[in-house]
């Protein structure tokens, strides 16, 4: 929400060849609640999209190397209502 920050819906992972979606619903829920952590503890209201999107694609990209030993290609989609 653009008035008060708060993630309304989401976050959506889409994967497109970095992992086997059926077998990685644990991996993926996982990183759900880091962005959702991260947006909740960041204030969202007085920032700007694209810091947004680079907090999300570092939140994400540290995580998902932590956990696999890869780097995937992020891209950050925001929804502003």
């Given at each position: 929400?653009?008035?008060?920050?708060?993630?309304?819906?989401?976050?959506?992972?889409?994967?497109?060849?970095?992992?086997?979606?059926?077998?990685?619903?644990?991996?993926?829920?996982?990183?759900?609640?880091?962005?959702?952590?991260?947006?909740n503890r960041s204030s969202t209201a007085e920032v700007e999209y694209?810091?947004?999107?680079?907090?999300?694609?570092?939140?994400?990209?540290?995580?998902?190397?932590?956990?696999?030993?890869?780097?995937?290609?992020?891209?950050?989609?925001?929804?502003?209502?």
């Open positions: 929400d653009r008035e008060t920050g708060r993630v309304v819906a989401g976050p959506d992972i889409t994967t497109k060849g970095f992992v086997y979606t059926p077998e990685a619903e644990g991996l993926l829920e996982s990183a759900r609640q880091v962005v959702v952590e991260m947006l694209s810091f947004i999107t680079h907090k999300v694609k570092q939140a994400i990209g540290e995580y998902l190397y932590r956990q696999t030993g890869l780097r995937p290609l992020i891209l950050p989609v925001i929804t502003e209502i």
